[in-house]
């Protein structure tokens, strides 16, 4: 292994594996490379990682425990990006390993931080084909974006769930991992899925332009500093003069977005998002590699699309002025509280919305009334939080008894994971506090069981 301290000999070296040669898109990510380096040398990465004194270790040796919370920023191209490429290059003969994460896309003038996923995703027909090459499966840079959730080249979803044991979730690097199998169940995460169908659901068409616009600008050779978020707010100038007839609420309508948004924007007083940039790219038809550069030969052939469904749905929903509220309609909710109507009614948010005012109004004009509803509702939570507890211990109570007696006919052992695998087949998970009491429950109640059974027999 690696020596922790400093006086590591300069002529140590990791054995290299082999490189993919794939270069644009297709290239590795970071902690994929990472994680092929320790396969090659036979080591996990939890070893590497504590050896090499890289500060992102964690205290734990479990198989499956994730190293620390922000893993996922080795491959955005920051500060840990940084300090990690600098530990692995020193022990390497690996050379532009910054190449392998985002590290382009996270200084851009007017545009905010590209973010990497926090989780790991992959292609199974991208994997599948890695099968038979020499270098094996890895992980693309393509896949850590965050925005990008189609492979473009294949038209299919990224993954995240293992198609065996329905793990998922996973963090970019574990402490001991295999590249192209389930961190769980050591799974095969190749395969072939079906195409998405492009012609006839539009938000599979967004997903894919969103994919495709990524992958143009990992694919091609220019100067990054050339691109520019403030271009997007002369393209948009262009665009409303040429669709909208002048008129900044038409098209803050068409993005999604309310007029107030669009005036920080297009006035240089916030920076745009990726997703954001993309959806207008999306909305208008031109190509968010055009809108960076100020392509001002694309903006004159552009067109107006609205976004799909989904997309509207999931964004900042457009500001209501700030409506009003009658006395008698908030006694009226009031008095059908108490009298035990609108049972889902449990915050003062809610109530208000049901209204048609914010919160902020109900407290500036009616101060006593609304003492009196969040009197009311705190009371109905606490009611609601007694019924669930007593609901979990009925049902903990039933469970306790059914694995006592299945225990007691099987002749099983009382111990806390065979107690834990006859609750989950109940449907009954209990807390690790709970358990403790469980236990000693189980065992008294499995050797009264047994007992009867002996003086019956």
């Known amino acids: 292994m690696v020596a922790v301290d400093g006086g590591m000999p300069s002529e140590f070296r990791l054995l290299t594996p082999m490189l993919t040669g794939d270069t644009g898109s297709s290239r590795e990510c970071f902690t ?75 200084s851009i003038s007017g545009m905010q931080p590209l973010r990497s996923s926090r989780y790991r995703r992959w292609c199974s027909l991208c994997f599948e084909e890695d099968r038979c090459s020499k270098h094996g499966p890895f992980e693309r840079l393509l896949w850590s974006i965050e925005c990008v959730e189609v492979c473009p080249r294949h038209h299919c979803r990224l993954e995240q769930t293992c198609h065996k044991c329905g793990a998922t979730n996973f963090s970019v690097l574990l402490g001991a991992d295999i590249s192209g199998f389930c961190p769980k169940c050591l799974t095969w995460l190749g395969g072939y899925r079906d195409s998405l169908d492009l012609n006839s659901d539009e938000h599979v068409r967004y997903l894919q332009w969103i994919a495709a616009a990524f992958m143009e600008l990992l694919d091609d050779s220019f100067d990054h500093e050339s691109l520019n978020g403030r ?4 393209a948009l100038e262009v665009v409303r003069k040429v669709h909208f007839s002048n008129k900044a609420s038409s098209m803050a309508k068409a993005i999604g977005r309310n007029k107030s948004t669009l005036s920080t924007w297009v006035n240089h007083h916030s ?15 031109i190509s968010l590699k055009s809108l960076l550069l100020n392509d001002e030969d694309a903006l004159y052939f552009t067109h107006v699309r609205p976004l799909p469904l989904m997309v509207r749905a999931s964004v900042t929903s457009i500001r209501k002025r700030a409506g009003t509220v009658s006395e008698s309609s908030l006694r009226l909710l009031i008095e059908k509280l108490r009298n035990g109507e609108h049972s889902q009614l449990c915050t003062l948010k809610a109530s208000a919305s049901m209204l048609g005012v914010d919160q902020k109004t109900l407290r500036n004009n009616f101060p006593d009334l609304y003492a009196d509803l969040a009197l009311l509702l705190r009371s109905k939570v606490t009611l609601n939080r007694d019924l669930r507890k007593r609901a979990r211990r009925l049902s903990l109570s039933i469970a306790t008894q059914q694995v006592a007696s299945d225990l007691a006919a099987d002749f099983g052992k009382v111990t806390r994971r065979e107690l834990s695998r006859r609750f989950g087949l109940v449907g009954v998970r209990p807390s690790w506090t709970e358990m403790a009491q469980i236990c000693r429950t189980v065992r008294e109640t499995v050797f009264q069981i047994r007992q009867g059974l002996n003086s019956g027999g």
């Open 231 to 234: 271009h997007i707010s002369n």
């Open 271 to 285: 920076a745009y998002s990726w997703l954001a940039a993309c959806q207008i790219s999306y909305a208008f038809g």
């Open 32 to 106: 994929s490379l990472f994680r092929r380096l320790c396969e090659h040398n036979q080591l996990s990465v939890i070893d590497v990682v504590v050896s090499m004194a890289i500060p992102i270790s964690g205290p734990s040796h479990d198989r499956t425990y994730k190293l620390c919370n922000p893993i996922h920023l080795l491959n955005s191209g920051g500060t840990l990006s940084s300090r990690a490429i600098s530990r692995v290059g020193q022990v390497t003969a690996l050379e532009g390993l910054a190449n392998t994460t985002l590290h382009n896309f996270q």
